[in-house]
């Protein structure tokens, strides 16, 4: 079993480009239910911060990199949410 402050902080490898893991990022948090839905708060070329119910806060970053784009999100109630869209990033070929 992991600790909480292990599943807090998560990171992929994808073939998308940075731009596009974000606006997926913001697609995927927007369309969940109830109290897992996120929204964007703050945005950059290379992260995004989103805000859920009762001010749970999200991040993600993404940097692109000769072995594709390392993607890292973070939340402290989220983490299963943010497990299961890092699930769905394209791997590196």
Do not use: C, W
């Amino acid at each position: 079993m992991s600790s909480q402050s292990d599943r807090t902080l998560q990171e992929s490898t994808t073939s998308l480009p940075s731009a596009e893991v974000l606006a997926s990022a913001k697609r995927f948090f927007s369309r969940q239910n109830g109290i897992y839905a996120a929204f964007p708060e703050q945005e950059s070329a290379s992260h995004v911060t989103l805000r859920g119910q009762g001010g749970e806060e999200v991040v993600f970053a993404a940097v692109a990199g000769a072995g594709g784009t390392r993607v890292t999100g973070s939340s402290y109630l989220f983490d299963q949410q943010v497990s299961r869209f890092l699930a769905t990033l394209p791997p590196v070929a």
